[in-house]
């Protein structure tokens, strides 16, 4: 069974840079795609990123494009997240979701962190 675990999260000022991380067990990224997707208080959950499995191409989002990446680390079976120059338009809860592709629904999910971008 996919466990993933996302730690990182908190509070930040407008352009600040946070990074998260998803740690990964019960398989290896070989296997796993792995994606982290956002929801705000009142909004739809919104798909960040996504890693694929073997290659680790990475997808990322039109609107964190050029302030977010997405890497991974397959010895240590953690994903990362690297937000940069944050706004308030991105806070939210922030998962990280695995499956065998990348896609708008995938089948395991960590219970989240919480970003806050505020002064």
């Known amino acids: 069974q996919l466990q993933l675990v996302e730690s990182g999260g908190g509070l930040v000022q407008p352009g600040g840079s946070l990074r998260l991380s998803c740690t990964v067990s019960?398989?290896?990224?070989?296997?796993?795609?792995i994606s982290w997707f956002r929801q705000a208080p009142g909004k739809d959950r919104e798909e960040v990123t996504c890693?694929?499995?073997?290659?680790?191409?990475?997808y990322v989002a039109e609107f964190v494009r050029g302030r977010f990446t997405t890497s991974r680390d397959t010895v240590n079976n953690m994903v990362f997240l690297q937000m940069n120059n944050l706004k308030p338009e991105d806070s939210a809860v922030y998962y990280c979701?695995?499956?065998?592709?990348?896609?708008?629904?995938?089948?395991?999910w960590g219970v989240g962190t919480t970003v806050t971008v505020s002064s």
């Open positions: 019960g398989g290896t990224l070989d296997t796993y795609a």
């Open positions: 979701a695995g499956d065998y592709f990348c896609s708008s629904s995938m089948d395991y």
């Open positions: 890693i694929s499995r073997r290659s680790g191409s990475a």
